[in-house]
């Protein structure tokens, strides 16, 4: 199970997490998958500093290259970021809930993981991993 969490003050963000559920509404989960990986590979392009001339909705379009590269058409990503048609409603208020939810969960900060409810930060290494979780399947 994954949970995004744009970080409020970051438009750009907000704008890719809808796209992951546009993606996921459409293609399904493996879809939606590659199309994050594609955002983290991308990241850059949606930084502050290098979006701060752009509009919203310029941001929108160099997003939609990354939903089509994932597996759904433009006009598809194009609906689905649409707020006012029915899967882009359903695709917002998603992202939206989401945020939400993990903020009542105790998220505060990205990158944050939580196993079986276990909130854990720092486990940057293969070994920090194998320390948290050996002794859960012991």
Not at 23 to 30: C, H, K, L, M, T
Not at 43 to 61: F, G, K, R
Request: charged share 15%; glycine share 6%; net charge negative.
């Amino acid at each position: 199970m994954y949970r995004i969490f744009p970080l409020p003050y970051h438009q750009q963000g907000f704008i890719v997490a809808k796209g992951a559920q546009v993606v996921n509404a459409y293609a399904g989960s493996e879809a939606a998958f590659k199309y994050i990986d594609t955002s983290y590979a991308k990241q850059p392009a949606i930084y502050n500093s290098a979006t701060a001339d752009m509009t919203y909705n310029e941001v929108v379009e160099l997003v939609s290259e990354w939903a089509v590269s994932s597996g759904i058409s433009k006009d598809q990503y194009y609906n689905g970021m649409n707020s006012s048609t029915t899967i882009g409603s359903q695709c917002e208020m998603n992202t939206r809930y989401m945020w939400k939810y993990v903020t009542l969960q105790g998220v505060y900060a990205t990158p944050f993981v939580s196993i079986d409810g276990l909130k854990t930060m720092g486990l940057d290494t293969f070994e920090d991993w194998a320390a948290a979780l050996d002794p859960l399947v012991a």
